[in-house]
């Protein structure tokens, strides 16, 4: 699919730039274009199995494109047709290469459409602990393209400890078996080891050899959860391959892109949306005379707090009976939320369920308080009850939508939503907000955990 793709891209690219040359016979300079762009690709690992369906892909077809440009740009100078070349350097490889980059986000995706219509059956392998620690995280870190269809255990005294998925088969390890016979006979296409440690470099190398033959991939956990990987990099060290992770993204999730993005972007959306601002004032204020807005104390970056501005969709008293309310029902502070909270009004069941009532947070963005995506704001109650991980959340300014929005939001235990707050903290990038963003839209369609 990527390669196909791929080709199609170049071709229309060149012949676009070699149309606009008006030279006849360039016929062999855009097959050679054509093969050598591809085989730079190839090299530069753009279609392996992981580049069809990950970011890397991206990134591998972006360098192969410049080199393709260094090397067209060097041809350039030695042969004498300087139009025809003038051509592919201005028009052809850079519309080449945007053509690339789409035609990968749309291979991406279709891979992974296909990938979990039909995912590939992975064999967990290691201690009880392990094991279980993998298969609890997070909504964000389950396996999409993967089903686990076979474990097995090395610790087989601990076998009972064991929280392994439905229609899983579950078998302790033994040594005088080959593991790779044992994922052929689940038909497993993938191998998974969870406890590193327990088998020494000689044993994977070993290991790497016996499934090699079979076809079967080899994963290693790494011990590092919560990290992009875009933030891993292979680096050697000495005779070692060793991973270096780089420093969580703080600065750049402060700096001045993002502020203007904020900024402009903010600015653009309030007067979009000026008439649903005045249909919503009009319902709240006939429906029981109180105030449109509800400013609530939040406490933002550097734990400094500020007044959010939202609709209100409660009664008055609300704040008072928030207290009684974690009593009555046996939660605690840090995220309380009830499904069919009574201080909810009628309109404010529905803009909840649209996220209207946030609309007026974009004020917020707009003198600085506040993001349009980041992690969700909070109230004093809530920090006072951060242990020393989650205080890292308020290294960035809160957002109006986050991954704890789109992932489910108040259906997402403390836990899970703490996890997508620190995992955005750790990794920010402007194509994470962009992604992000755009998810956001149907979440709110969906109304899935808003209320």
Excluded at 209 to 214: A, C, D, K, M
Excluded at 367 to 393: A, C, H, K, L, W
Aim: charged share 20%; with cysteine.
């Amino acid at each position: 699919m990527s390669l196909l793709i791929d080709i199609v891209a170049i071709l229309v690219a060149l012949s676009i730039a070699i149309a606009e040359d008006k030279t006849p016979g360039q016929l062999p300079v855009l097959a050679i274009m054509l093969v050598g762009w591809i085989f730079i690709i190839w090299t530069q690992r753009g279609y392996t199995f992981h580049s069809r369906i990950q970011r890397v892909g991206m990134r591998s077809t972006f360098v192969a494109s410049v080199i393709v440009l260094s090397i067209t740009g060097f041809w350039s100078v030695l042969v004498d047709e300087p139009q025809v070349m003038r051509s592919l350097v201005l028009i052809g490889i850079p519309l080449g290469t945007i053509l690339l980059l789409i035609g990968r986000v749309i291979s991406s995706e279709i891979n992974k459409s296909l990938r979990r219509r039909r995912p590939s059956k992975l064999l967990l392998l290691g201690r009880v602990r392990d094991i279980n620690d993998i298969l609890g995280r997070d909504p964000s870190s389950r396996f999409p393209f993967h089903e686990v269809s076979a474990i097995l255990v090395t610790d087989p005294q601990n076998l009972g400890l064991l929280q392994s998925p439905p229609n899983c088969k579950v078998e302790p390890f033994l040594l005088g078996k080959s593991i790779g016979e044992a994922a052929s006979e689940e038909e497993c296409d993938s191998v998974w080891v969870a406890s590193v440690n327990d088998f020494g470099h000689k044993n994977l190398r070993r290991l790497m050899w016996s499934l090699r033959e079979q076809n079967i991939r080899l994963y290693l956990e790494p011990m590092i959860e919560g990290t992009s990987g875009t933030r891993i990099n292979s680096e050697r060290i000495g005779p070692r391959a060793s991973l270096h992770i780089e420093p969580p993204r703080f600065d750049a999730a402060n700096g001045y892109a993002k502020r203007f993005v904020d900024v402009v972007l903010s600015a653009a959306i309030l007067m979009l949306v000026s008439p649903v601002f005045l249909a919503t004032a009009i319902a709240i204020k006939l429906e029981d005379g109180g105030p449109v807005f509800y400013k609530s104390e939040r406490i933002g970056i550097y734990g400094n707090p500020y007044k959010v501005w939202k609709f209100r969709s409660m009664a008055e008293d609300a704040d008072k009976r928030a207290q009684a309310l974690i009593d009555a029902n046996g939660g605690g502070a840090l995220l309380f939320k009830m499904k069919d909270d009574p201080r909810v009004t009628r309109v404010g069941k529905f803009i909840r369920k649209y996220s209207i009532d946030e609309l007026p947070q974009f004020f917020n963005t707009l003198n600085g308080t506040m993001s349009i995506v980041g992690p969700r704001p909070q109230v004093q109650r809530e920090v006072n009850e951060y242990d020393i991980d989650m205080r890292m959340r308020l290294e960035v300014r809160p957002g109006i939508t986050g991954l704890w929005q789109v992932s489910g939001r108040s259906d997402l235990s403390p836990a899970q939503a703490q996890a997508l707050d620190l995992y955005y903290v750790d990794n920010w990038s402007p194509l994470l907000d962009l992604k992000i963003f755009f998810q956001t839209f149907r979440a709110v369609l969906r109304s899935e955990g808003a209320y």
